[in-house]
């Protein structure tokens, strides 16, 4: 598919790129789109929750009550769960959440999620740009020209422009990212995605029919 590249005061620059449909034309596959933002947010856990168990509570050992004569169950320590203060039974330790995918079904994913995108109309294509000195008004002045001020963007560029970056930071519900730290969950969070010219062919060339076979 075609589509238009706008430069940054919002008009027409007259240029259009292909969006090879191998990437932003398939058919989505909700499983893997599934299984990869789980990983994701499986990957953002510090995984450091602790609680103390019975053994790790500092607390006196002397026996409660006798053991046989009370009428009631054995006791022996105030350390035990079913007392206050005493230890958590199958409390949660440190633990790794993370989990591996293939990556062929981490492009699957990756493809789907564009396509819907796509199938959205959400993708605008940017000409190339910098930013002299980093400027958050000029940063909202180029979103209000492309008429997605107010939207969760996904500014995706080809390398690392520190000023634009610097620029977007401070703007809760923009994101700016290079090529190589896209994710499945970005762009499925993003309610309009914003390509610099330039990066639909790395995705094409990354996640295109030659990688997919």
């Not at 203060?85 to 062929?104: A, M, T, V, W």
């Not at 700016?176 to 790395?202: K, M, P």
Request: charge should be positive; glycine fraction near 8%; proline fraction near 3%.
């Amino acid at each position: 598919m075609e589509i238009s590249v706008y430069k940054i005061d919002g008009q027409d620059s007259g240029k259009k790129v292909v969006l090879d449909d191998s990437v932003f034309g398939i058919e989505p596959n909700n499983h893997a789109v599934y299984l990869d933002v789980k990983q994701y947010l499986a990957n953002q856990r510090q995984g450091t929750h602790k609680t103390k168990e019975r053994w790790e509570i500092a607390h006196s050992t002397k026996k409660l009550i006798r053991q046989k004569g009370s009428g009631g169950a054995r006791h022996g320590s105030l350390k035990a769960g079913i007392y206050v203060g005493g230890g958590r039974i199958f409390g949660p330790q440190p633990r790794d959440y993370r989990f591996k995918l293939n990556r062929k079904l981490k492009q699957l994913a990756r493809r789907s999620a564009l396509t819907y995108k796509a199938q959205e109309q959400a993708i605008t294509i940017l000409e190339p740009f910098n930013m002299e000195v980093p400027k958050t008004k000029d940063f909202i002045a180029i979103c209000r020209n492309l008429k997605v001020e107010g939207k969760k963007i996904l500014m995706v560029l080809p390398d690392n422009i520190n000023n634009i970056y610097l620029s977007s930071r401070n703007l809760d519900r923009v994101k700016v990212v290079t090529i190589n730290e896209l994710t499945t969950y970005d762009v499925l969070n993003a309610q309009s995605l914003i390509l610099i010219e330039g990066v639909e062919n790395i995705l094409n060339e990354q996640l295109g029919t030659i990688q997919s076979a």
